[in-house]
């Protein structure tokens, strides 16, 4: 191929050209100066290179700044198109051959690279000798130019090159080359000349420019220093190298790519100049700035941390943030018992906000309209609103879904703050329905976080049926709308926290075991019992067992029935350890109960025992919190009978039908239920206080070690608080002694049946230091021992005592957790907190046992696909028997873990960690690994390969209604809901599970699951499988399809129609097939079609319901459309008045540009295998 002589990438590829002199020149030299070189520059030319007597490479730099392009340094010495050519290459065998080939080279002698540091080389040129060695006596030919060593300065950028030979050939010169480019008479002198002559003429300046650019390459080459070693040791760090990267530093690499921006974020967000009065600790300060973020994006966040750690100062300093700063209307939703609290604190702050009581949100007639337009709504203890059937959660939905669910200042979607620290009490549908006020029913609110239905989320999280499991599953959803820290966490992440100036002390929880003897207090009936309550079979919980044959019978309801008698069972099993009293008024209530159910079964009637119960309960005497005295058990019939409206309401309730059932096999058993309930009851009735060993053993304990000191008592049930109460008070001469021996302490009992007056004062005056009311210390008001139900473990700060009883059994050590840290406060004055739990010595492990066999056969029947979330709140976990174990032995670590359990898992300690490890050396050391290293280790029974992408998404418009709203404007970018300039960086972790499946179609994207598998420490061992044992390649090629198809199905379900409830579909269905009726409006119906085309809260669904069987029933048309109307209507009425929900914004709405993640934008970050 003939030399052109200029080279630009459009006539004439400069790859061609190289490649074809090249080719004519092995064994001989080659200088190249250039600023880039990358490996596809060196793919192009390999072949020519190897066949080099002798190579330089000097390379150079640009004038950009690595920061504005992203790149990294190695050291000091930027090596920038190199870098990110490697790191956005994709990871595949021929690449990786290719870096291979490339380091053997560089490391061959003939070959060698220097770098000039001098100052900025942008010069690019080619030299070619005709010597074989170094020595460069004879420059032959020269392309200098704009062209890098690199694919695209030598294939398809515009680039401008020209060469310059030592010997050109006649034909290059003669007469007819230059035709038109000299005059005539030149041309004729030129013609003139022997071809000797005119190449010696013609080669000259070539010469002579080749010579000059020869020493100018020479002198540069002198000013440089050598880069060879450096640029091997470069590329075999890169993921196409072979250098050996440790667990330690792809578990640190992971962490810190993936909280990159966090950090970011904080660097550049200095401290705020925004006045404050509320005062936050550190760990405080960094919940309300990802509370913040969370809220721009979702509109609602969820507090979750710790009891104890001050949720109500985080909810106090976004309040300040949006009802000061901005002027937003706010309302605070709380306990009764909280109110005043909130009052005396808002009012502090100088923040207007309505507070409103859970109490007044839960009455039937509950209106809206005061508040309906409000902006934000912070709902303190948000777990209260976990039952979506109950009256103040539909009145709340209303609430939320008033006005368009835009706030009347902002117009902007309303804000939802939820303070709990036990978002999950009884299963993972709590948190979902809790959740549900802010997403508005709107299933696929979290498409763009990767969960196009959050009910079927959730239902799959439940599966793991058990409570820490399903946490974990929902730790994906948990990091985007929830902030949870254990005091654990806290302490070790934050051990120099401080709280208006002063160091925050934790002090030591301290567990001890207090035993009594049970067996003591009955007396040769403990077996008795024990045998009599295993034997009941409470026949009207389980009516679907005695259908006749031939009947047929509902299985998950029978399934459910079973569970319910288990339950029951160990429930009284839990009363019988609790106390004598309330075991006895649970005897007493199952035989009411029975009898009652006895004397209308004798009539042939069959009451559903959930309709049987309303009706008990309507005369005030099934619940089981209920006072009240021993009296000998009869039958309620004739007292239902005797009340008129008892008796009225008792014959609205459905019977059933008794042709259906075997009555007289059912009546066999209800006889034989009575029959032992009656032993039981003849048993325990003459059983007095004076016998009571329990009871005895805390008199004991009060007037013994404990005397003097501030004791708070808790126990599950109200009939034992009062009992407890009335024999510590009595008159009779006994208590009278045990009162004077216990230094005469102010003894005050606290339940359910206390008003919220009442409850205040209770508080105030048993600590009334933490409550602002020293004046009240010292004084007779100033209460020594409170005896409590669970009413008083929530909210409530009572710091000033230090010693705390658990009366009876952990049946659920998530209590424990919650009563401890109404105690456990920052603020505490005391070093060690002493929790102390009564344990039977004797019996035990027969009462443990029992419950333990009928908390395994519920979860069997669980398991089994036949129960529903509603009969599984008193279900003891497995985990809790062992649990119970540990805090009878006084294991002080057990209160700690328990705390773990009870909080959602959250990544917090992986961004603590590495903020304790981030110093600025290190953190250079981070970013100085390159993208694509790999190690693994050895995990028991883990087989699999973790892989770490990463995406820049596009930049999309605001979706409808939202963007980046007026709010965070005005809040400013001091954490407060603002983006640094990388948070588009789209994160993927995906964990290739081996062992549950070796062709690896297992999938797994749990980031809390995959953070278990890779954290490691420093001296953990680097374990990598052969190439024969795992195709690493195949592996990545699976997940990198999975991504992809996550990707375009996420985008699916944004674009597509919302999840809708079925009624809404059927209503829309009827309503179409009148759009043309002439006696109907159509643009009435079209408007209801408008609003039934978008998600409604649960409220509205029933309301729906409720009116098309109304419609069937009637025909009515009119009726329906009203009904519509008022479901979706702007306004707003008492009780039944709602806001539209229809135009909702939603955080996965019209957003345009949202196209899906494709495999070349996604960069391999790094890569662990998990081996055995």
């Known amino acids: 191929m003939q030399i052109p002589f200029v080279i630009d990438n459009q006539q004439h590829k400069m790859a061609e050209v190289l490649s074809s002199i090249l080719a004519q020149h092995h064994g001989k030299s080659l200088d190249i100066a250039t600023a880039y070189f990358n490996v596809g520059g060196w793919q192009l030319l390999r072949d020519g290179l190897k066949g080099l007597g002798s190579f330089r490479l000097l390379l150079g730099d640009e004038p950009e700044a690595g920061a504005d392009l992203g790149l990294r340094e190695i050291g000091a010495k930027p090596v920038k198109g190199l870098i990110r050519d490697l790191a956005n290459s994709n990871f595949n065998p021929q690449i990786l051959m290719l870096v291979e080939d490339l380091i053997a080279f560089l490391r061959s002698e003939n070959v060698e690279v220097r770098r000039y540091t001098k100052g900025f080389l942008h010069a690019k040129c080619y030299l070619f000798y005709s010597g074989g060695g170094f020595d460069r006596l004879t420059p032959v030919a020269a392309i200098v130019g704009s062209s890098n060593f690199t694919r695209p300065g030598l294939t398809t950028n515009k680039e401008l090159n020209l060469s310059h030979r030592a010997n050109l050939s006649p034909e290059e010169i003669g007469p007819e080359q230059v035709k038109g480019l000299l005059e005539s008479p030149e041309r004729k002198q030129l013609a003139l000349l022997g071809d000797t002559e005119r190449l010696l003429a013609s080669n000259v300046p070539g010469v002579l420019a080749i010579n000059e650019l020869s020493q100018w390459y020479d002198r540069q080459w002198d000013d440089s220093h050598d880069f060879k070693d ?375 009637k069959v009451l559903d025992s959930t309709s049987f119960q309303k009706a008990m309960r309507f005369l005030a005497r099934e619940d089981e919190e209920d006072d009240a005295t021993t009296t000998t058990p009869g039958t309620l019939s004739d007292n239902l009978d005797a009340n008129a409206e008892a008796r009225k309401y008792i014959e609205t309730l459905p019977l059933l039908d008794a042709s259906k059932y075997d009555l007289k096999r059912l009546h066999n058993d209800l006889r034989k239920d009575v029959k032992a309930l009656q032993e039981v009851w003849q048993a325990i009735e003459p059983i007095k206080p004076a016998q009571d060993a329990k009871l005895n053993r805390l008199k004991e304990l009060l007037a013994g070690e404990l005397k003097g000191q501030k004791v708070l008592l808790f126990t599950y049930y109200k009939d034992t608080a009062r009992y407890i109460y009335r024999e510590l008070c009595s008159a009779d001469a006994g208590a009278v002694e045990w009162r004077e021996q216990a230094g005469h302490p102010n003894i005050r009992r606290m339940d359910s049946g206390a008003d919220t007056k009442e409850r205040a004062t209770l508080v105030a005056q048993f600590a009334p230091v933490a409550n602002g009311q020293p004046n009240l210390a010292g004084t007779d008001k100033e209460v020594d021992i409170m005896i409590s139900t669970d009413v008083l473990s929530e909210g409530q700060n009572l710091q000033d005592c230090g010693v705390l009883i658990n009366y009876d059994l952990h049946w659920n050590p998530t209590r424990m957790v919650q009563r401890a840290g109404r105690i456990d406060r920052i603020g505490t004055s005391f070093d060690t907190l002493l929790i102390q739990n009564m344990f039977p010595d004797d019996g035990l492990e027969d009462l443990l046992g029992l419950v333990q066999s009928l908390s395994n056969k519920i979860a069997s029947i669980d398991q089994a696909g036949l129960l529903d979330a509603s009969v599984l709140g008193e279900v003891v976990h497995p985990q809790n028997f062992n649990t119970l174990r540990r805090i009878e032995e006084e294991d002080g670590r057990v209160v700690e873990e328990q705390e773990q359990f009870v909080e959602l898992v959250s990544s917090e300690f992986m961004l603590q960690t590495l903020k304790g490890i981030l110093d600025d050396q290190k953190r250079q050391m981070l970013e100085d690994l390159p993208d694509g290293i790999h190690s693994g280790l050895a995990r028991e029974g883990a087989k699999g390969v973790f892989f770490y992408f990463m995406a820049e998404a596009e930049n999309k418009k605001p979706r409808r209604g939202k963007g980046k709203s007026s709010s965070q404007n005005q809040l400013g970018s001091n954490g407060n809901g603002s983006s640094s300039n990388k948070s588009n960086r789209q994160h993927f972790w995906r964990y290739v599970n081996l062992a549950d499946d070796p062709k690896g179609e297992k999938i797994e994207d749990n980031r809390y699951l995959i953070t278990n598998l890779i954290q490691c420490q420093p001296d953990t061992p680097r374990i990598v499988p052969t190439d024969f044992e795992v195709d690493i390649f195949a592996l990545q090629e699976k997940v990198i399809a999975s991504i992809v198809q996550s990707a375009v199905e996420q985008v699916a379900v944004e674009e597509a129609p919302k999840i809708l409830d079925p009624i809404q579909q059927t209503i829309a269905t009827t309503l179409r097939g009148y759009i043309n009726n002439p006696t109907v409006s159509r643009k009435e119906v079209i408007a209801a079609l408008d609003k039934l085309n978008e998600p409604q809260p649960g409220v509205y669904i029933k309301a729906l319901r409720k009116a098309y069987d109304e419609f069937r029933a009637s025909g009515k048309l009119e009726n329906l459309l009203n009904a519509v109307k008022s479901v979706a209507g702007a306004d707003a009425s008492p009780a039944t008045g709602v806001g539209a929900a229809d135009n909702q914004p939603s955080p996965t709405d019209s957003e345009t540009n949202n196209s899906p993640i494709k495999r070349e934008d996604l960069r391999l970050i790094c890569f662990d295998y998990i081996w055995q």
């Not at 007639?365 to 934000?376: H, K, M, P, S, T």
């Not at 948000?382 to 902002?410: D, I, M, P, T």
């Not at 207090?514 to 045998?531: D, F, P, W």
């Open 230 to 604: 450096e640029l091997i040791e470069l590329l075999d760090a890169s993921k196409f190298g072979r250098k050996e990267y440790t667990p330690y530093q792809v578990y640190l690499k992971s962490v810190f790519e993936y909280f990159r921006d966090e950090l970011d974020a904080d660097a550049e967000n200095g401290p705020t100049n925004v006045r404050s009065t509320v005062e936050l600790s550190e760990f405080q300060e960094d919940a309300v700035k990802k509370a913040r973020k969370i809220l721009a994006r979702y509109d609602g966040v969820m507090i979750a941390d710790s009891v104890g750690l001050g949720k109500t100062w985080i909810g106090k300093k976004l309040l300040e943030d949006y009802a000061y700063h901005l002027r937003y209307k706010a309302v605070v939703i709380c306990p009764a018992a909280l109110r005043k609290m909130w009052e005396n604190e808002l009012y502090q702050a100088s923040i207007t906000a309505r507070i409103i009581t859970q109490e007044m949100v839960g009455q039937e007639g509950f209106d809206i309209r005061e508040v309906q337009d409000a902006d934000l709504v912070l709902i303190d203890e948000s777990h209260n609103f976990r039952n979506k059937n109950a009256q103040r959660y539909e009145n709340l939905e209303r609430l939320l879904a008033a006005n368009n669910r835009r706030g009347g200042s902002s117009g902007e979607r309303k804000k939802v703050i939820l303070l709990t620290a036990t978002p999950i009490n009884n299963t993972v549908l709590d948190l979902y329905h809790q959740v549900n006020l802010f997403t508005g029913g709107d299933r696929s609110y979290f498409a763009a976080a990767g969960i196009g239905d959050l009910y079927k989320y959730f239902i799959a999280a439940r599966r793991a049926n058990r409570q820490q499991d399903t946490g974990i599953a929902l730790f994906n959803l948990l990091e985007e709308i929830a902030i949870r820290r254990t005091r654990p966490f806290i302490k070790l992440a934050y051990p120099n926290a401080t709280i208006k100036g002063e160091k925050i002390s934790w002090p030591e929880r301290k567990l001890k075991t207090i035993r009594y003897n049970l067996e003591a207090t009955y007396s040769g009936i403990y077996k008795l019992i024990v045998s009599r309550v295993e034997s009941l079979r409470l026949t009207p919980y389980r009516l679907e067992t005695y259908k006749k044959q031939g009947v047929n019978r509902d299985q998950f309801e029978e399934g459910r029935e079973e569970a319910l008698v288990g339950i029951f069972k160990s429930r009284y099993l839990k009363r019988f350890e609790s106390s004598i009293d309330a075991f006895r008024i649970s005897v007493r209530r199952a035989l009411e109960f029975l009898e009652t159910f006895e004397s209308y079964l004798m009539e042939d």
